[in-house]
Nanobody, 125 residues
């Protein structure tokens, strides 16, 4: 599975961005899909994930109420709508997928089967 993320950029605090991640190589409708991020000088951290079925979603506490993850199985794509952005949301955002019946397994880096290349998100104050 190849993952291509896009949609990053520079935005002022309080603004919005929408990230997209398109999968290729195989159909990912049975895969959990999600996002991680890595801020400068920090370890990569979980942001959000969506289970392969039933649309069950998982969020890091730091983004709950501001970010929304969704998926379009017909187009093999996962989205991350980011609203009310803060400077601390700055970082490289990576999409990730895994093939596991437990959707929460994608909350951990160890649970990731495939990583995409990151897209930079910069939030200015």
């Amino acid at each position: 599975v190849q993952l291509q993320a896009s949609g990053g950029g520079l935005v002022q605090a309080g603004g919005s961005l929408r990230l997209s991640c398109a999968a290729s190589g195989r159909t990912v409708s049975s895969y959990n899909m999600g996002w991680f991020r890595q801020a400068p000088g920090k370890e990569r951290e979980f942001v959000a994930a969506i289970r392969w079925s039933r649309g069950i979603t998982y969020y890091a506490d730091s983004v709950k109420g501001r970010f929304t993850i969704s998926r379009d199985n017909a187009n093999n794509t996962v989205y991350l709508q980011m609203n009310s952005l803060k400077p601390e949301d700055t970082g490289v955002y990576y999409c990730a997928v895994n093939n596991n019946v437990d959707g929460s397994s994608l909350r951990r880096e160890s649970g990731v089967d495939y990583w995409g290349k990151g897209t930079q998100v910069t939030v200015s104050s």
